[in-house]
């Protein structure tokens, strides 16, 4: 078959596709028509960031079966629009993590000895030796925020070298973090005991800017490195504080915008050592990426299993029609249940009741873990939801039962730690109407749209109107109410649809009134 490639790969991952028995074409520099006229009968096409693969592409190539993206983003990629033509979207997650992991690991040593200053002055001439007294890692503290793969790999790393783990992650378990030699504390708490500090979440709006002047102040003489992706830190505040003295130092080779501004606060200072997105440049790891792509795109081409697709439903054709009301209400009631749960996800339960406990449900189950780990984790989808659940060591318990009350069919999530639990259970009405009919218990029948507050609060009379009229003072209008108690003069849940983001400000004068025992506010639906 053919297999087009429009950006440079290793010559390996060529060799896998030939070995194979595929027609690899390059095009390099093929854009517009030529691109869509290269397309046109490509079974397979694999690109690198320089190709955008938009729905006009798609659209355009009749036989193709699969892109595959060598590398991890996949910005430049129209998934929708690719699942839309029935063509499978992977990427090589993997290929990278050594690669990244050990630029972290130099670029904190940098930042400790003052390498790269030293070297230049050197290199102009001066022997500086009395005026760089650099840091030991031996026994200082590394923050570590994002304990994912690469996160995972660099602590492992540093731990070696004589370092003390602090963790902040909330999507991984207490027992994976023991076995990495990392301690799990909150976030203000990690900031505040590193000597060094590394980033490794994910750029999402939860994360963007989340590190700024506040959070700064609390590395007081510590140093910031960042390998993972820009946005998280706030730029003008690093420097700022380095400028200050409040920081001892940063080391960045990941920005906000790329390439770096040429009046970058960034460049203006020497203890800020920046490098331009080296983390995935080495010679094994573009190896990596390149055959793990090209052993992707042949397994599609031969109908077999793709292990980094990001939208490919693993389940029988036939029995798809049956399952695929359900994807949703369990996408959905994960995500409200992980919204809910106070600290970190440590276990997480799918029940089924009812008629659909007969039907195959690792589609849906895996669906519903993608909602549970959709507000942290980029890219999550019910194909590798289950593998992000493997990695971050969150136990998953799957039931079924063929008795249901009150309903035919019935899914419930619970997501759970140590000290808490939250469960939200879901069904269809008229067959494809998805609803929330409890939350912990509290029959509620809520419309699972947009964007929803929950609260808890005593049952009294007037605490409805305040939260209406504390709602409405800040703009916030409530399209939807559903209201349930336990028992009267008891506590009560309610969930509200809303038109907008609840502001921090309405939810802090909520919160003041000694009724309101608890509010949350939970986006769905993107």
């Not at 993590?97 to 001066?126: C, D, W, Y």
């Not at 800017?209 to 510590?222: A, K, R, V």
């Not at 009150?406 to 419930?412: A, E, R």
């Amino acid at each position: 078959m053919k297999v087009l490639v429009t950006d440079p790969i290793a010559d390996a991952g060529l060799d896998v596709l030939r070995d194979a028995g595929h027609d690899v074409e390059t095009g390099y520099d093929l854009e517009g028509e030529d691109l869509l006229e290269a397309v046109s009968d490509a079974n397979g096409l694999i690109v690198r960031s320089g190709t955008e693969v938009t729905a006009e592409v798609l659209e355009a190539a009749d036989e193709l079966a699969i892109v595959g993206r060598a590398g991890i983003g996949v910005d430049n990629i129209d998934i929708e629009a690719a699942t839309d033509e029935g063509v499978i979207v992977a990427n090589a997650p993997e290929g990278n993590v050594r690669a990244a992991a050990e630029h972290t690991v130099a670029m904190t040593f940098a930042a400790a000895r003052s390498i790269p200053q030293a070297h230049i002055r050197l290199k102009n001439g001066e022997w500086a030796k009395s005026e760089y007294l650099g840091a030991e890692l031996d026994s200082k503290t590394l923050g570590v925020v994002g304990l994912g793969r690469v996160g995972q790999e660099v602590a492992k790393k540093l731990d070696s070298l004589g370092m003390d783990i602090v963790a902040f992650d909330p999507y991984i378990s207490e027992e994976r973090a023991d076995r990495l030699g990392a301690e799990l504390v909150e976030f203000e708490d990690c900031l505040a005991r590193a000597d060094f500090l590394t980033i490794h979440t994910p750029l999402t709006p939860e994360t963007e800017g989340m590190i700024g002047e506040e959070e700064l102040d609390l590395l007081e003489d510590g140093y910031v490195i960042n390998v993972g992706r820009g946005g998280i830190i706030q730029e003008d505040a690093l420097a700022a504080k380095v400028e200050d003295g409040t920081l001892a130092g940063a080391a960045l080779d990941v920005f906000a915008e790329e390439p770096l501004s040429a009046d970058s606060p960034l460049l203006e200072h020497e203890d800020v050592i920046v490098t331009p997105h080296l983390g995935a440049s080495t010679e094994a790891a573009q190896e990596n990426v390149a055959t793990s792509t090209a052993e992707q795109v042949s397994a599609a081409l031969v109908g077999e299993p793709v292990a980094n697709a990001l939208n490919a439903p693993s389940i029988d054709e036939s029995a798809f029609p049956r399952v695929e009301p359900y994807i949703e209400i369990a996408e959905t009631a994960g995500k409200v249940a992980a919204q809910l749960l106070e600290g970190r996800i440590e276990d997480v339960e799918i029940t089924y009741e009812g008629d659909i406990a007969d039907e195959d449900v690792e589609f849906v189950t895996a669906s519903a873990l993608k909602g549970v780990f959709e507000p942290l984790e980029w890219q999550v989808n019910a194909v590798n939801a289950p593998q992000i659940a493997e990695d971050r060591g969150v136990d998953v318990t799957e039931s079924k039962t063929r008795q249901a009350e009150d309903f035919q069919s019935l899914i419930s999530v619970t997501v759970s730690n140590d000290d808490n639990a939250v469960t939200v259970e879901g069904t269809l009405f008229a067959g494809d109407d998805p609803r929330i009919v409890r939350v912990d218990g509290y029959r509620v029948d809520a419309i699972p749209h947009g964007k929803m507050v929950v609260t808890r609060n005593t049952d009294e009379p007037g605490v409805i109107g305040l939260i209406g009229s504390v709602m409405g003072a800040h703009g916030v209008n409530i399209a939807g109410m559903f209201n349930a108690r336990e028992a009267h003069g008891g506590e009560a849940l309610t969930v509200y649809n809303v038109d907008s983001q609840v502001p921090d400000e309405a939810k802090e004068e909520l919160e003041e009134d000694d009724r309101i025992i608890g509010i949350d506010y939970i986006t769905l639906n993107g």
